[in-house]
């Protein structure tokens, strides 16, 4: 699925650069490299951290803390998701916590109505992780480098709105759920065996603390470093080769795995966004709105559902790069003084039209692959199967409360 979509964006951009003759050379001397720069090294400094073991130590100690129960699971490993994803990009995030969330499941005596929710929102909450943070994944990475907003006042206004909307989803989903009545004996069981699997895992919390104060410092260089000065990316490169001289130093294993299929595809999405938007009709189409819209809350508003909807057919990375241009263009009129809002205005939409089909989310069916893949059964031994037709009722419930939550603050703040 991602080969075909990297190949038909790649296609599609060429083919529309020959129509509107616009040279490829041209194309690729504004190409974003800072975000693919970016989103790589991040994904090899989470595995740097992820070899220090404390994902899975954070997991056991949710299972143990929650002694099984399916809706403090739900709630506490959705929880879990969220801050992850605010760090790193959620594919990563996601390829992180599934192992433990599997052992555990697999456990437990559930029902497809359970993995079904359970699923359903750590897919959102993935999302909302992802938007939460300038670094959490691709659209804000974009937002980030666009020019639009700063590294701080992307932060200081975003995080706080989806940790709203995250806490929203959680007890949404967590409601859904209903609480067990039996003794527990099979939790507890649950829970042992997980312990079991995991117990001559030792956390390097000597590498994890000097790994934590570089990320720190990485975000306030982000944060108060002027980008002309030292652009984001390059900020990066110096706090992930300070991350592998800790590594070296410490004697931990260093294997620097990246999922190559997904940087593609990235890349493509931001080809075709460049190519779309060297042909002038997305500044066409920004002209067009605030000609037509006065009212620069309603302006604002309309966009964003345009956007959700258009991120929710065609997904995140699409979305992201081909109404970035749009966005960029209403920050440079009259909607300036509020940049850093419609900075997160933009995120927001595309955040929840990224939850509304599978296809729309960027870990969406790599999550689908793996919960299919691990066999996972109800108490009747019959597998469970979780797909496009599974989520998409619980999609329209995930897209639904973020959009609403996102145009409530916006109706607020603007």
Known sequence: ????ITAIMFILGNMIALLFKIPVKSVMSRYSYDVLVILILMELFTNLVAETGIMQFLAIKIAEFSKGQKRLCLMMFGGMMFLISSCLNN?????????????LLKS??????YICVFFAAILALSNTGGAASPVG??????IMTSGITS???YLTHAFGVFVFTSVVLIAVWGMYVKREKDDGAVRSLAVSNLKSQYKNMEVRFDVLKWLGMEFIGMFLAWSFVPQEIIPPE???VLGYVVAMIICLVKKIKMDQMIDFKSVLTIASFLFFAQVISQTGILNMAAAYLQSNIENPKLLVMAIMIITSLVAGVFSAGPATAAMMPVIVEICNGPLGAVSDWIAVAYAAAICSGSSLFMWSATAGFILSGKVNAVGIEEENGKKVVWGVGQ????????????????????????
């Open 151 to 153: 590294f701080i006042g």
């Open 234 to 236: 390059i900020i990066a």
């Open 391 to 414: 989520y998409l009722k619980y999609g329209f419930v995930n897209y639904a409360i973020q959009l609403l939550i996102a145009l409530g603050v916006m109706a607020i703040v603007l």
């Open 108 to 113: 437990l005596e559930i029902d497809r109505k």
């Open 137 to 142: 994944d691709f659209p804000a990475i974009v």
């Open 1 to 4: 699925m991602m080969n075909s």
């Open 91 to 103: 594919i990563t995030a996601v390829m992180l916590i599934l192992p433990v969330i599997f052992v």
